[in-house]
């Protein structure tokens, strides 16, 4: 999983509710990323934090919401106000300080969530 | 906005054979990294190959190469020899340089390939 983990791998909400992603990564890097992936649309960029208790939007910040208290967790909140959350979350952190600067993004596996 | 672009959203190839993915960009940066990403059933992002703009050799991974034509904005990537495990989505991401920052990426829509047995 590249050291970040991703749960539930499939979550269900009902519509009106609020729902949390759980975004953990265990190599002490700095950066973390939040993307989201439809069909035909690749992924586009939620939110993205690169240091403690400090977080940028993204793309397509609206209706949702993260937080940044621990280094290691990056939770994201799907809320009720989001038309169409359906879709399949990522998590991403950043390669370590000190790598080379053309290193990738490392991603988790992934949250599936459906909401009806 | 830096854009990227996917125009075949679905690929075959018989095993064994070489295909070739487009993916074309816009961008008014000068310095940049180009990557692929594959995306087989299992849904995770996996890493295929990078490539950096201020280097005019294209980018060489086993099997997989790519068409780095920085004028044209163009990066295409071409697999030798499909094997079945080829089978997935294939993303084209782009990246601007930076020597600190987030390193954003910016998505193409993704192409899928089969391989034919």
């Known amino acids: 999983d590249g050291g970040i983990t991703q749960s539930p791998k499939y979550l269900f909400r009902k519509e009106g509710q609020n729902v949390t992603l759980s975004c953990e990564q265990n190599?002490?890097?700095?950066?973390m990323y939040w993307y989201r992936q439809d069909p035909g649309q690749g992924l586009r960029l939620i939110y993205y934090?690169?240091?403690?208790?400090?977080?940028q939007k993204g793309d397509i910040a609206e209706c949702y919401s993260v937080s940044r208290e621990k280094k290691e967790s990056f939770p994201l909140t799907v809320t009720s106000a989001q038309k169409n959350p359906t879709a399949f979350y990522l998590c991403?952190?950043?390669?370590?300080?000190?790598?080379?600067?053309?290193?990738?993004?490392?991603f988790g596996n992934g949250t599936r969530l459906t909401v009806t | 906005a830096q854009t990227v672009t996917q125009s075949q959203p679905e690929m075959s190839v018989q095993e064994a054979e070489t295909v070739t993915l487009s993916c074309t960009y816009d961008?008014?940066?000068?310095?940049?990294?180009l990557f692929w990403y594959k995306q087989p059933p299992s849904r995770q992002m996996i890493l295929v190959i990078r490539?950096?703009?201020?280097?005019?050799q294209n980018a060489t991974e086993n099997r997989f190469s790519v068409n780095f034509q920085k004028a044209a904005k163009s990066f295409s990537l071409k697999i030798s020899d499909s094997q079945l495990g080829d089978a997935a989505m294939y993303f084209c991401a782009y990246r601007r340089r930076m020597i600190q920052g987030a390193q954003k990426l910016v998505f193409g829509q993704g192409t899928r390939l089969t391989i034919n047995p």
């Open positions: 490539q950096e703009a201020y280097k005019q």
């Open positions: 934090s690169q240091i403690v208790n400090d977080f």
């Open positions: 961008t008014s940066e000068s310095d940049y990294y």
């Open positions: 190599l002490n890097h700095d950066a």
């Open positions: 991403a952190r950043s390669s370590p300080s000190g790598t080379p600067d053309n290193s990738p993004l490392h």
